[in-house]
């Protein structure tokens, strides 16, 4: 059976930010590194958008996506912490104080120490960064690991995320994966049980459907018949192949329309039960339960995020 092609697998349940100026684009990278002494390069139209960030927090680190729609060079990344690259798509230049860049279009791990990473236009990085206290004892020197290994880590945590039922379980998975890789620098080796995560055909199917027709209303019957099973062989195994059922991905694909609009809101009077109303969450509360379940955040929270980097990018302009 065939895998679906990773660059096309998107995390959307966790974007952040979305067609970012270059300003917002490096308040959000400092603010989400924790590191104030980033700088954002482009060689393009600054008016231009740059690209998108996605997140994936837990208390051990976080998960970081950016997506580029132009040529960025990031200046001023001096990390305290190792960092585990995977580039889904396009090519990442990388290199240190000392060190001659190096290409790279798969997967590595960098650092600690200054850094200055060059995407090219349309390129997608997934970094892994570990909190302090999640890293290698002090004095133990890390092992050289090659690529497919750091990428026989990351590739199933992003084959898998987007079936994450909710926040706890996104930041669970994120600890995980974090764990693994810890252990891979200290032991050389890869834990069992990393396989890629491969989808039946049906399932697949179903999957497509729910996230391609964002009118369409949930009907399990109809959504048996595209796939090519049964009612009830469709909801099995897709709760086993994913561990959701076919409502609950369908309800979670409503909540990140929903989100993507949130996120993109710069409005002065945001029209959240709108926003709900259009994806069939006729009552709001119930719809704002769902939406903190699932992202670990209120929608006005959300807003306010945006809207707070927006004034952070101002005030960094105006400086």
Avoid at 62 to 80: E, F, H, R, Y
Avoid at 232 to 260: A, D, S
Wanted: aromatic share 6%; net charge positive.
């Amino acid at each position: 059976m065939s895998r679906e092609p990773l660059a096309t697998v998107e995390l959307d349940g966790f974007l952040r930010l979305n067609r970012a100026s270059l300003a917002e684009f490096q308040a959000a990278l400092r603010l989400l590194a924790s590191l104030p002494s980033i700088q954002c390069h482009s060689t393009d139209d600054s008016d231009l958008a740059v690209g998108a960030l996605y997140v994936v927090s837990s208390d051990q680190g976080k998960v970081l996506c950016l997506s580029v729609d132009q040529a960025l060079t990031i200046t001023g990344w001096d990390s305290p912490v190792t960092l585990w690259l995977r580039v889904l798509a396009g090519r990442v230049r990388i290199g240190g104080r000392c060190a001659a860049p190096v290409v790279h279009t798969e997967a590595c791990c960098v650092g600690p120490g200054a850094l200055t990473v060059r995407l090219a236009a349309g390129t997608r990085l997934v970094m892994v960064i570990p909190s302090e206290r999640s890293t290698l004892p002090e004095g133990q020197a890390s092992r050289c690991v090659s690529s497919s290994m750091v990428r026989c880590l990351i590739d199933p945590f992003l084959l898998q995320a987007r079936f994450f039922l909710d926040s706890e379980q996104a930041e669970t998975r994120t600890r995980q994966l974090l764990a693994r890789l810890v252990e891979l620098e200290t032991t050389g080796q890869v834990l069992g049980g990393q396989a890629l995560p491969t989808l039946d055909r049906r399932v697949k199917r179903a999957i497509d459907w729910i996230r391609r027709e964002s009118d369409w209303q949930f009907d399990l019957h109809s959504l048996a018949s595209h796939a090519g099973a049964s009612e009830r062989n469709l909801y099995y195994l897709m709760k086993r192949e994913t561990g959701v059922t076919p409502y609950r991905f369908y309800q979670h694909c409503r909540l990140i329309r929903v989100r993507r609009r949130l996120v993109d809101c710069q409005c002065e009077v945001p029209h959240i039960s709108h926003y709900a109303a259009d994806e069939g969450f006729s009552h709001l509360g119930r719809f704002a339960a769902l939406y903190r379940e699932h992202f670990g955040e209120l929608p006005s929270e959300t807003i306010q995020w945006r809207r707070a980097l927006l004034d952070r990018a101002a005030g960094r302009q105006a400086s």
